[in-house]
Nanobody, 122 residues
Framework: QLVESGGGLVQTGGSLRLSCAAS????????MAWFRQAPGKEREFVSG????????YYTNSVKGRFTISRDNVKNTLYLQMNSLKPEDTAVYYC?????????????????WGQGTQVTVSS
C-alpha cells in the first residue's frame, strides 16, 4: 500500500515536500519513483530512487530543484520540491517497481498510490 501526502497550493518559487508511506512488503529490491499527471496530459516520470543503495535519477525539467529521498526505517519516500513553477502543477503519484533499474515508463511500475494534488500559482 502506498499513501501520498504533502500536496497543496503554493506560489511560484515556493516549496513543498511530498511523502509516500509504503507498507506491505520489504523494499530493498525495489525502485520507488514519483510520477505526475497534469490535466489533459500523460502521466510522466519525475524522479526515481533505488531503495537498496539510494541511487537517484531525475527528469531534466526538475534537476536542481527537486530531491528524492527515502527513510529505510519509516519505509517512506519523499520528494522535496523547491523553486516550484506553474508547470509543476499536477497530481503527483508514488510508484513501486520490483527490480534494480530505474525506468521512466509508467508501465514498468506495478504499484501506485492514490495521488496528491500540487498546484503552483503564478
Amino acid at each position: 500500500q502506498l499513501v501520498e501526502s504533502g500536496g497543496g497550493l503554493v506560489q511560484t518559487g515556493g516549496s513543498l515536500r511530498l511523502s509516500c508511506a509504503a507498507s506491505g512488503r520489504t523494499f530493498s529490491d525495489c525502485i520507488m519513483a514519483w510520477f505526475r499527471q497534469a490535466p489533459g496530459k500523460e502521466r510522466e516520470f519525475v524522479s526515481g530512487i533505488r531503495w537498496g543503495d539510494g541511487y537517484t535519477y531525475y527528469t531534466n525539467s526538475v534537476k536542481g530543484r527537486f530531491t528524492i529521498s527515502r527513510d529505510n526505517v519509516k519505509n517512506t519516500l519523499y520528494l522535496q520540491m523547491n523553486s516550484l513553477k506553474p508547470e509543476d502543477t499536477a497530481v503527483y503519484y508514488c510508484a513501486v517497481r520490483i527490480g534494480s533499474s530505474i525506468v521512466t515508463n509508467k508501465a514498468g511500475y506495478a504499484y501506485w498510490g492514490q495521488g496528491t494534488q500540487v498546484t503552483v500559482s503564478s
